[in-house]
Nanobody
Framework: QVQLVESGGGLVQTGESLNLSCQVS????????MSWYRQTPGKERELVAS????????TYADFVKGRFTISRDNAEKMLYLQMNSLKSEDTAVFYC????????????WGQGTQVTVSS
């Protein structure tokens, strides 16, 4: 059974940092494009950052450029999101997503980790 397990969320103050992790199992990780999404109540889930399986091409949402860094470790099947200079508007549940680079129906989500930034 495919599992994506996020960790590293928590409560921090404005300007502080957090490092999210996503452990993936039962998946050929190196064949999957990986992404972080976030969602707040009443809003749609939005893309935060993504990194491709091939070439490690990285994309960031405009609202996190220069503050967040996505990375992956294919050997350990891990995805990371280093979040610096956190703002109160970053408060959300953050989700890890894996989508196969060819078979996009192979699309998996973690359960999410709460990030709360207090001002």
């Amino acid at each position: 059974q495919v599992q994506l397990v996020e960790s590293g969320g928590g409560l921090v103050q404005t300007g502080e940092s957090l490092n999210l992790s996503c452990q993936v199992s039962q998946l050929a990780f190196s064949n999957y494009d990986m992404s972080w999404y976030r969602q707040t109540p009443g809003k749609e889930r939005e893309l935060v950052a993504s990194i491709t399986a091939i070439g490690g091409i990285i994309t960031y949402a405009d609202f996190v450029k220069g503050r967040f860094t996505i990375s992956r470790d294919n050997a350990e099947k891990m995805l990371y999101l280093q979040m610096n200079s956190l703002k109160s508007e970053d408060t959300a549940v953050f989700y890890c997503n894996a989508k196969h680079r060819y078979y996009t129906r192979h699309d998996y989500w973690g359960q999410g980790t709460q990030v709360t930034v207090s001002s």
